[in-house]
């Protein structure tokens, strides 16, 4: 028994009502070399992310970051694997960390950012592809964010933010005071905001030459080359207050000190992600639905001449979220990641607006990229964490598998998707994960799991956390409520200054069917969420009382007390209105809280002390008003951490505090079926 527990459990004591016979299925399991997921499976699983194709299409390098439980961080480092996988090489090996690998244009050089070994602030350091230790190419007192090569190989473009000198905080004994005059002035991991801002600079390969080309208090971010190196168009807001709008336009300048800044696009919501076509004469990008600003908007593929005009609406029929546009070789279409209920496909866009998706199934695909006639992007899907993928003539092939031997050992859940009806007639779609080796006709204990957002999706990628839950037993729910994202934009806004009505309705909508379809135990409920996941957890357990437990990660239910605390009063103001002006409404939307004494669910909250997304009030809030009624409950804040918990023992820290929560309320089932020996 004692081996067993070392096996399924990271800290002892965490196995909490399981039935001896449970546990026997278990033993049964990791006999036939199926182990089931525990939290301590955050240590094992690596993360693939960046990649990058070199110029001729030879080889694709990536970030590889993976935990180190000694010193309690994820390591990142720069490999590469070559184009028929058979190869993967490892660049990087110091103890700081290295990221953002970009090959130069003329493919002589694979260049990265890092602050290692004596830097103290993140600078490029560049590899020789003959071979060679990487060298320090920039020596500047400021840290650099993001760096773009030009195409003919001779300058690089650099992103910095407006900060002291790595030189004047090392002489400094106390931080200066922070003086705040913005109106938006708070951002989680930023923190207060003063004015300082992301502006761009021109280094030159050659002579080590920097020089600014823009300034002022304004951001600037995704700066692009022209094809003939002459040029580059960047985003930026340049209206006379960036933090009351959410407006974005595309900017274009020659790329030399002091040249004219000439705006191209004029629309008052938010254009990003530009892309240049090969020939020189189109910029593809995303262009917002809604003039002003809404966390619903859903963007568009535009196309806009070169030298200016009005934009080209590329997908007009297809209401759906597009991004990452990215243009074919011949310059003839444009290449998108387009999300399509709980899916993420690589899809084309002819210049007329005719689509043809790319690839298909159940799966997402993420950081699109082209090289020659070939793609190379990120993809997952329910068994398999991300890995890279090359597509060849619309076939995707993996490249990596980083953590396929890990994933070979695991008693995986079932993943099937599903839709039910709301009780106003609304289809939503859900995925359910079924425990390994469970029959379809037996009744599961059922964790509803919420995603957060809203304006996200549960979609067919791997989930760690709901393999975990379903490894101890439970069935798990996740539900595209209205406000998710990959139904349309009026599906996303339909909760737009409605909170916990629609969303709650669609949650209670996929219970009850799975109830009524036999899936669910409806005596054995548990329901639970980060971000807006945690705040619908407020919300849905002040509805209905049949949630034996429940956890409510980073979230808040007393909303007006979250004005001017968290990082939205823009969308606060936009959507809702300010609250000396529209109390009711926000003491309408705060109702978890107001009709606390409605509650009787057990609650576990949790947050990152240093989270400015949603504060810790959000939650304290909550915690004191359950302790007063005397419901049962605990409070977790992880010591400086943001809305992400960063940090791999608070992640296992996190995850077997929910095993063990809602091991305190609810049971597994008293018969198991043992799963076939293959």
Excluded: C
């Excluded at 336009?249 to 696009?265: F, R, S, W």
């Excluded at 210049?351 to 082209?370: E, P, Y």
């Excluded at 101890?472 to 998710?484: D, E, F, H, P």
């Excluded at 809305?643 to 820290?653: F, M, T």
Aim: charged share 25%; aromatic share 10%; proline share 6%.
């Amino acid at each position: 028994m004692l081996k067993l527990s070392r096996i399924l459990v990271d800290r002892k004591n965490s196995i909490m009502k399981l039935t001896t016979l449970f546990a026997f299925i278990l033993l049964a399991t990791i006999a036939f070399g199926q182990k089931p997921f525990v939290p301590s499976d955050v240590y094992k699983i690596k993360s693939v992310s960046d990649p990058q194709p070199s110029p001729e299409g030879k080889w694709v390098a990536y970030v590889l970051s993976t935990p180190d439980s000694a010193k309690d961080k994820h390591d990142t480092d720069i490999w590469m694997v070559s184009w028929d996988g058979k190869e993967n090489v490892k660049l990087t090996a110091s103890p700081e960390s290295e990221n953002h690998p970009r090959w130069s244009p003329d493919g002589k050089y694979l260049t990265f950012l890092s602050s290692r070994y004596e830097t103290k602030s993140s600078q490029i350091w560049r590899m020789d592809r003959r071979g060679g230790e990487a060298e320090k190419l920039t020596e500047l007192k400021y840290s650099i964010s993001d760096f773009v090569w030009s195409p003919d190989s001779k300058k690089i473009l650099l992103v910095i933010h407006d900060q002291e000198s790595s030189d004047e905080v090392e002489k400094k004994k106390s931080a200066k005071p922070i003086v705040i005059d913005r109106y938006h002035f708070k951002s989680d991991e930023e923190g207060y905001l003063e004015r300082k801002n992301d502006h761009l600079y021109l280094f030159d390969v050659e002579t080590k030459k920097l020089d600014t080309l823009t300034k002022g208090d304004y951001n600037e971010s995704e700066p692009v080359w022209s094809p003939d190196s002459k040029k580059i168009v960047f985003v930026s807001n340049r209206t006379a207050d960036p933090d009351r709008n959410s407006n974005s336009d595309l900017l274009m300048m020659e790329a030399k000190k002091g040249a004219a800044i000439i705006q191209l696009t004029k629309w008052t919501g938010a254009d990003s992600n530009p892309a240049w076509s090969p020939d020189g004469k189109w910029i593809a990008y995303l262009k917002s639905q809604m003039p002003a600003f809404s966390i619903y908007d859903q963007p568009q593929l535009a196309l806009i001449p070169a030298e200016g005009g009005e934009p080209k609406i590329l997908n007009p029929k297809l209401d759906r979220d597009v991004s990452q546009p990215r243009w074919s070789v011949d310059g003839q279409s444009v290449l998108t990641v387009v999300d399509n209920d709980r899916r993420s496909h690589v899809t084309s866009f002819d210049l007329n607006g005719n689509m043809k998706q790319i690839t298909s199934g159940d799966r997402v695909f993420s950081s699109l990229h082209r090289v020659g006639t070939n793609l190379v992007a990120l993809s997952s899907d329910p068994q398999s964490p991300n890995e890279i993928f090359v597509i060849e003539n619309g076939s995707p092939r993996k490249l990596t598998h980083v953590n396929e031997d890990f994933i070979k050992t695991k008693a995986l859940a079932s993943v099937e998707g599903f839709y039910s009806k709301s009780k106003d007639g609304t289809d939503v779609g859900s995925i359910l994960f079924r425990p390994y080796g469970k029959s379809k006709s037996e009744k599961l204990p059922l964790i509803l799991w919420i995603h957060g957002g809203p304006t996200a999706q549960d979609d067919f990628s791997f989930d760690l956390i709901s393999q975990i839950f379903a490894s101890r037993g439970y069935g798990v729910v996740s539900v595209n409520y209205r406000g998710s994202s990959g139904r349309g934009i009026e599906y996303s806004k339909a909760i737009n200054n409605d909170w916990g009505n629609k969303e709650v309705i669609d949650l209670l909508g996929a219970v009850d069917h799975l109830i009524k379809t036999g899936v669910a135990d409806p005596d054995q409920l548990a329901i639970g969420g980060w971000s807006y996941g945690g705040i619908l957890t407020d919300y849905v357990t002040a509805s209905d009382s049949r949630f034996k437990v429940a956890t409510s990660g980073a979230g808040s239910a007393l909303q007006i007390s979250m004005y001017g605390s968290d990082q939205y009063t823009l969308q606060y103001e936009t959507e809702i209105g300010v609250p000396w002006k529209n109390m009711d409404q926000w003491m309408k939307l705060s109702y978890p809280f107001l009709n606390v004494e409605k509650i009787k669910t057990p609650t576990l909250y949790m947050v990152g002390e240093k989270d400015f997304n949603v504060p810790a009030a959000g939650g304290e809030q909550m915690y004191q008003a359950l302790k007063s009624l005397g419901v049962p409950t605990e409070f977790v804040i992880y010591p400086n951490q943001h809305h992400g918990i960063a940090v791999p023992s608070y992640q296992k820290d996190r995850y077997t505090r929910y095993l063990d929560w809602f091991g305190k309320y609810l049971s597994l089932p008293k018969k198991e079926k043992l799963p076939e020996k293959k």
